[in-house]
Nanobody, 122 residues
Framework: QLQLVESGGDLVQPGGSLRLSCLAS????????VGWFRQAPGKEREEVSC????????KYADSVKGRFTISRDNAKNTVYLQMNSLKPEDTAVYYC???????????????WGQGTQVTVSS
């Protein structure tokens, strides 16, 4: 069974840092691009970042550029999202998603995790 499991969400003060992990089970992430998305209460889901299957291509939403870094460790079947300088507006449920492709970051993702809550508050 293909499964993505996010972890690392927590309550953190503004200016703090968190690292989210997305662990794949039941399949290897080697041939999958992986995206991180978030959804805050009352807002639409937005794509935060994406990394290609090789790790050679990444993209970020303007709202997180310079603060968030996406990376992957295919040996561990895991993709990470390092989040620094967190702001209250980063509060959301964060989801990872995967799509099989060797061509950069796709427009759609077929496999989704259940999400992890990130709360930025003093």
């Amino acid at each position: 069974q293909l499964q993505l499991v996010e972890s690392g969400g927590d309550l953190v003060q503004p200016g703090g840092s968190l690292r989210l992990s997305c662990l794949a089970s039941g399949f290897t992430l080697n041939y999958y691009a992986v995206g991180w998305f978030r959804q805050a209460p009352g807002k639409e889901r937005e794509e935060v970042s994406c990394i290609s299957s090789s790790g050679g291509s990444t993209k970020y939403a303007d709202s997180v550029k310079g603060r968030f870094t996406i990376s992957r460790d295919n040996a561990k079947n895991t993709v990470y999202l390092q989040m620094n300088s967190l702001k209250p507006e980063d509060t959301a449920v964060y989801y990872c998603a995967a799509e099989v492709t060797l061509l950069g970051c796709p427009n759609k993702f077929d496999y989704w995790g259940q999400g992890t809550q990130v709360t930025v508050s003093s």
